[in-house]
């Protein structure tokens, strides 16, 4: 199986990639996870991880705090979108799981030393902010990184939190520059191919079907996700980001996409946190990012479901 570390800021999607991963232990090996201030402050994404891990009936899942503000900006919250909580659509105990003592850093850090070379997969769902920490204090840890697969960042579909942005980028661009100019070898989950990934009342009445606590818990959430983006989009229901990074590592050839060159801005007050992707080739910019345009969300909601089911 692929070992990989989630960094995460839980949020309803969050939850989904948490799920989909520990109902996948044939292909993936979940060594701990991170949490990071994002969606929702780090005391709440930090409880929210190990509140995920409970309903999964997992305690033994190692999570970690990792840091609580951007490298370089005030933060920026999303409980327009989540919630007060993070994980609003449902209310769930507070965790009994203990929060690990270590620093989330420490722990990315740590265990990319000590692992053998490429054997642990980072997985981002939130902004960048303990992934480039880590890569910057221990510049030694990139070479070892099998790889990064995030959800993040916006071209042709632009932006969720400004014009021109996408969220997770938009929250720390400083440390998403790090990570995309880092060398790492480097996979994304945009907007653009998210919002191909729409949770219709359909694939929704699929979770609540199986007639379970977890279903509920996931129809909760869902459905409480969703409002926002359905409102705002008109669309047939709102796009699921986060799991898609998961999905990828168990079926890549769910996903479609092109090696590119992207490049972060961080200067720019109207454009911010915008991921310039060079889709069409028209500079000579080294590619640097697998960027994804396309999925199959009949195989994605078939994989997610098929999986989560499985946690009981
Ligand atoms: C991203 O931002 C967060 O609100 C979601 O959890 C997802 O990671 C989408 O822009
Ligand atoms: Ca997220």
Redesign the pocket.
Known sequence: PRRIIIDT??????AMAILLALGSPEEIDLLGIVAVA??VPLARTAENARKVCELAGRPDVKVFAGCDRPLAHALVT?EH??GKTGLDGIELPPPRMPLQDRHGVDFIVETLRREPPGTVTLCA??PLTNLATAFSRAPDIVDRVEEVVL??G?YFEVG??TPAA???IYVDPEAAEIVFGSGVKLTVMP?DM?HKVLVTAERLRAFRDFGTRLGEAIAGWLDFFERFDVEKYGSVGG?L??PTVIAYLIRPELFSGRFVNVEIETRSALTRGMTVADWWGVTDRPANAMFMGDADAEGFFALLTERVRRLG
Do not use: K, R, S, Y
């Open positions: 800021d839980p949020g309803q999607d969050d994002g969606n999303a979108v989540h769902l939130g959800m993040g916006a969720n939190i996408e969220f997770n907007l998210t796009p980001h986060d």
